[in-house]
């Protein structure tokens, strides 16, 4: 390679301060056992509508909205039962919980608040402002909501399934094939990406 003696080159220092990240904010609630009581009467109605829903398999878990208000660390629901599936709104969330998930939840509700008692990642119960079941309206898209089903015979439906667990998980290929029985049962066709479903 030639070389080029002419020709001078400055290094040049390089400025290139840390940016600081804003922390989180957490929300901190004044009253933690009233805001825990709040949160048990939600839990309450949310649980009971969320057992009555059908559903197309044996121990498929039961799906749950919460409102929440500040920062929610989403990876951290799982210490209080929850599995987290979807950011749906700016301020709320879809999980998943199953029996047992739902009875860590409750448990961790009661605690709160109460002397004696500690409650780990309790910022994120403090940010909880409201639970719901995710209900069959919840689950309608756009075009079911304001145009409702075709009125013909046969239609194509698309039916979108959230991820539980990682591919080939057990649970996972449990909950596929049990859903896939029942779309049989209900006289179902399948196709790849959507469903044909004869009413």
């Not at 990876?75 to 950011?87: T, V």
């Not at 998943?96 to 009661?110: D, V």
Request: proline share 3%; aromatic share 10%.
């Amino acid at each position: 390679m030639a070389t080029y003696k002419h020709l001078t080159i400055d290094r040049e220092n390089l400025n290139n301060r840390r940016r600081t990240k804003n922390p989180p904010r957490f929300k901190k609630q004044g009253d933690l056992r009233g805001h825990g009581q709040k949160l048990n009467a939600y839990f309450a109605t949310a649980a009971a509508d969320a057992r009555k829903q059908l559903k197309s398999a044996e121990n498929s878990p039961f799906v749950l909205k919460i409102r929440y208000d500040g920062a929610m660390t989403f990876e951290n629901l799982q210490k209080h039962g929850l599995e987290f599936i979807s950011q749906e709104d700016k301020q709320l969330c879809v999980v998943f919980a199953t029996e047992a998930g739902l009875a860590m939840f409750q448990e961790h509700l009661n605690k709160l608040g109460v002397a004696g008692q500690t409650v780990t990642y309790r910022q994120i119960l403090e940010a909880i402002e409201g639970i719901d079941s995710w209900s069959a309206e919840d689950r309608k898209s756009w075009a079911l909501r304001h145009i409702g089903l075709p009125d013909t015979v046969t239609f194509k439906l698309d039916i979108e399934l959230w991820p539980h667990h990682v591919a080939n998980h057990p649970v996972r290929v449990r909950l596929c094939t049990a859903f896939e029985a029942w779309l049989a049962e209900v006289g179902s066709e399948r196709f790849t990406g959507s469903t044909s479903i004869a009413w």
